[in-house]
């Protein structure tokens, strides 16, 4: 299969909107983790600059905290795939009871959605991949490892879904590599990231207010936190924002870690309104170190301080996206778009 031909399958599944971005798990995310995160939404550091802080970062604090055991999930890099193979692709965390909640919760969903296709997985983020390896000796396949396995095994028909949040950077370069591959596979497709069409942005809002509807009580702003990013793809969040207004939830705010709205922006909206308490979540598939940290950490810019002292009752949720049922279905819909192509 030529690249030109494959091109075209990508055109048919990756229609492609706004940009939103994930970030890695956990309870206290690796400094290796968030470095490579923020290559998911921001003009990236070199790539040799990023390892080489990254893992002198990592060194010193990767015995500091439990992720959990590494035995318990299944990586998915198993050989005898058969002519149909689904690679779920993620960017990846170190954390091992994270990614068995939220990566590891979807790629589930896709094997009982989909039991004609053997379910495999690739995670775009090297630094995670070698710290998972060198802590606990377990091997995640990169996306080219991924894409080699299928290929030595005689793959004939590929889907590969990935669990980003937006057809942003990451979705291109995943794009790109695939395209490398293209001779080696009969028919090929990409799906769709979380946050593409109208529709995708209006189930995702369903599923996090649905989520959270206990805590709907008049008196509570329920804050959702993402990573954000100076590209134009930022305006994503406003647009999740403008939706939630508009279909009556009022007490719902939408901020970043890394652009804008900020939590200063947030905060200033919930004071416009007569609020006792605050609800805090990530607007991310996994809760990592931008969850554990900005959002519910002690350190003084962290935006569970910034709302107590401004007077409130804090609750932080510790999940992510990838967590809820309705988004893994979200995400079961974009691959089963991407098989149909294949027939098209």
């Given amino acids: 299969?030529?690249?030109?031909?494959?091109?075209?399958?990508?055109?048919?599944?990756?229609?492609?909107?706004?940009?939103?971005?994930?970030?890695?798990?956990?309870?206290?995310?690796?400094?290796?983790?968030?470095?490579?995160?923020?290559?998911?939404?921001?003009?990236?550091?070199?790539?040799?600059?990023?390892?080489?802080?990254?893992?002198?970062?990592?060194?010193?604090?990767?015995?500091?905290?439990?992720?959990?055991?590494?035995?318990?999930?299944?990586?998915?890099?198993?050989?005898?795939?058969?002519?149909?193979?689904?690679?779920?692709?993620?960017?990846?965390?170190?954390?091992?009871?994270?990614?068995?909640?939220?990566?590891?919760?979807?790629?589930?969903?896709?094997?009982?959605?989909?039991?004609?296709?053997?379910?495999?997985?690739?995670?775009?983020?090297?630094?995670?991949?070698?710290?998972?390896?060198?802590?606990?000796?377990?091997?995640?396949?990169?996306?080219?490892?991924?894409?080699?396995?299928?290929?030595?095994?005689?793959?004939?028909?590929?889907?590969?879904?990935?669990?980003?949040?937006?057809?942003?950077?990451?979705?291109?370069?995943?794009?790109?590599?695939?395209?490398?591959?293209?001779?080696?596979?009969?028919?090929?497709?990409?799906?769709?990231?979380?946050?593409?069409?109208?529709?995708?942005?209006?189930?995702?809002m369903k599923a996090i207010t649905e989520a959270t509807a206990e805590y709907d009580d008049g008196e509570t702003a329920i804050c959702f936190m993402g990573h954000g990013t100076e590209a134009e793809s930022n305006q994503v969040y406003a647009k999740m924002q403008d939706m939630l207004k508009e279909a009556g939830h009022e007490n719902y705010y939408i901020g970043t870690v890394e652009a804008a709205p900020t939590v200063e922006d947030v905060l200033a909206e919930v004071k416009k309104g007569s609020y006792k308490r605050v609800v805090l979540e990530p607007l991310m598939i996994v809760a990592g170190d931008h969850a554990n940290n900005d959002m519910a950490g002690d350190d003084e810019g962290s935006w569970k301080n910034v709302f107590e002292g401004a007077g409130y009752e804090v609750t932080c949720l510790l999940r992510g996206l990838g967590e809820m049922e309705p988004i893994q279905q979200l995400f079961v819909e974009h691959a089963q778009a991407a098989m149909d192509s294949l027939s098209k």
Avoid at 39 to 62: G, L
Avoid at 118 to 137: M, Y
Avoid at 169 to 189: P, T
């Fill in 1 to 204: 299969m030529k690249i030109k031909k494959l091109a075209v399958l990508f055109a048919s599944v990756a229609l492609a909107a706004s940009l939103v971005t994930g970030c890695s798990a956990g309870q206290k995310e690796t400094a290796a983790e968030a470095a490579g995160t923020a290559d998911e939404t921001a003009a990236p550091e070199t790539e040799a600059d990023e390892s080489a802080e990254a893992a002198e970062e990592a060194k010193e604090d990767e015995e500091n905290y439990d992720t959990g055991d590494a035995s318990l999930d299944n990586t998915r890099n198993q050989d005898e795939i058969g002519e149909n193979e689904l690679l779920v692709v993620s960017f990846g965390t170190s954390f091992n009871d994270n990614r068995r909640f939220t990566v590891g919760a979807i790629e589930n969903a896709m094997e009982k959605a989909f039991p004609d296709y053997s379910v495999r997985r690739g995670f775009t983020s090297q630094i995670i991949i070698d710290h998972v390896k060198s802590r606990d000796n377990v091997t995640i396949d990169n996306v080219g490892e991924a894409l080699g396995r299928a290929a030595d095994n005689g793959v004939k028909n590929l889907v590969i879904q990935p669990t980003h949040l937006m057809n942003g950077l990451e979705y291109n370069d995943l794009v790109n590599e695939v395209a490398e591959y293209s001779d080696a596979f009969e028919k090929v497709a990409v799906g769709e990231p979380l946050l593409t069409s109208d529709d995708d942005f209006k189930a995702v």
